[in-house]
C-alpha cells in the first residue's frame, strides 16, 4: 500500500514543472528558479574614443617645380605669397615672392616655377592675403612652429620643418635661442623637391 502511495506522489509531481516540485536542472541548488529569466549585469557604458587632432602639411610638393602651403597655417586665406632664399631665375626673397593661389578649392595656396630654380637646399616660408584683391596684409606669416601643431603634424610633414630649437641628433631641445622655424627643403636639377628639415623625430 505504501509503494502504491509513493508511486503516486511521483506520478503528481511529475504532473506539475520540476521547479514546483523543488526539483532544479542546473544552478544554485539553494535557490529554487522564480520567474526562470535571466538577470545579466548592467554594462557601464564605454566613453567615445577622442580621435587624435591631426594638422595638415604646412607644405608638400605634389610633383617637380609646384610648391603647396596649407592655407590653415595664414588663417584660411586662399592666396598669398611665397618668401624665402631661392636662387635662379624666378628670385624668392625674405621680402618678395611668387603670388599664391588656392585655385582648386584644396587648402593649400601654391605655385609652380616655369624655370627651374638652382639645385640646393633652401629656406621658405609664405604669407597669406585675407583680401586677395588688395593683396593685404601682406605681413600675415604663416605660423607653424607651435610646439603642440608640430606633434600633431606627422613625421613626414615635420620633415619639411627646420627649427633652431631642436637638435635631431641628440633629440633633445636648444636653450638660449631666439625660437624660429622655416621650411626646409631641397631642389635637385630636376626641380624635385624633397625634404631638407630637422623635425621628423620630434617627440
Not at 514546483?20 to 566613453?47: F, L, R, Y
Not at 604646412?58 to 590653415?72: M, R
Not at 603634424?153 to 622655416?182: D, L
Amino acid at each position: 500500500m505504501k509503494t502504491n502511495l509513493w508511486i503516486a506522489i511521483v506520478a503528481l509531481c511529475a504532473t506539475f514543472s520540476f521547479t514546483a516540485c523543488g526539483v532544479q536542472e542546473s544552478g544554485d541548488e539553494d535557490s529554487a528558479c522564480t520567474d526562470c529569466v535571466d538577470i545579466v549585469d548592467p554594462v557601464d557604458p564605454v566613453d567615445p574614443v577622442t580621435p587624435a587632432v591631426v594638422m595638415p602639411a604646412p607644405f608638400k610638393s605634389p610633383t617637380a617645380c609646384v610648391l603647396d602651403f596649407s592655407s590653415a597655417y595664414v588663417s584660411g586665406s586662399t592666396c598669398g605669397e611665397l618668401r624665402g632664399d631661392i636662387r635662379g631665375t624666378t628670385a624668392v626673397t625674405w621680402t618678395d615672392g611668387p603670388h599664391m593661389l588656392d585655385s582648386d578649392n584644396s587648402g593649400y595656396i601654391g605655385m609652380a616655377f616655369t624655370d627651374a630654380p638652382d639645385a640646393g637646399t633652401y629656406n621658405l616660408s609664405y604669407v597669406g592675403w585675407q583680401n586677395c584683391s588688395t593683396q593685404s596684409p601682406n605681413e600675415a606669416w604663416a605660423q607653424f612652429g607651435d610646439i603642440d601643431q608640430l606633434k600633431a603634424m606627422t613625421s613626414e610633414a615635420r620633415a619639411f620643418i627646420q627649427c633652431n630649437w631642436w637638435n635631431a641628433s641628440t633629440r633633445e631641445m636648444v636653450t638660449g635661442v631666439n625660437p624660429s622655424c622655416s621650411i626646409r627643403v631641397t631642389f635637385d636639377a630636376a626641380c624635385n623637391i624633397t625634404p631638407a628639415g630637422n623635425m621628423a623625430n620630434l617627440e
